[in-house]
Nanobody, 127 residues
Framework: QVQLVESGGGSVQAGGSLRLSCAVS????????MGWFRQTPGKEREGVAH????????YYIDSVKGRFTISQDNARNTVYLQMNSLKPEDTAMYYC????????????????????WGQGTQVTVSS
């Protein structure tokens, strides 16, 4: 079992910044791919960024490249998503998720490939 608890969401104006945190606990040795997803009402959950714990390799979707940074602390207790230059279209519920190595390398970056999920934290960006 892996437990994930997100925090750091809030309301900001366009151009502002937020840092999301995901506290990770439990049996994490197998679940080495950590991802951030987001979802708005009526839309499918979308992968935003993921990081592979062993070598810190990262992946970002095109719409957040250069603005968002995913990272983790050395003990792998916390995964972060630093979000800069926020836009109204970034408004969503953001979820942290844990998957296996294959979740990071498959190329699909789909929710179905991640096993454990947090409860989500809301990010609202106003224009």
């Amino acid at each position: 079992q892996v437990q994930l608890v997100e925090s750091g969401g809030g309301s900001v104006q366009a151009g502002g910044s937020l840092r999301l945190s995901c506290a990770v606990s439990g049996y994490t040795s197998v679940y080495t791919c950590m991802g951030w997803f987001r979802q708005t009402p009526g839309k499918e959950r979308e992968g935003v960024a993921h990081i592979y714990a062993t070598d810190n390799s990262t992946y970002y979707i095109d719409s957040v490249k250069g603005r968002f940074t995913i990272s983790q602390d050395n003990a792998r207790n916390t995964v972060y998503l630093q979000m800069n230059s926020l836009k109204p279209e970034d408004t969503a519920m953001y979820y942290c998720a844990a998957g296996t190595y294959y979740s990071c390398i498959s190329g699909a970056f789909a929710p179905r490939e991640f096993v454990y999920w947090g409860q989500g934290t809301q990010v609202t960006v106003s224009s």
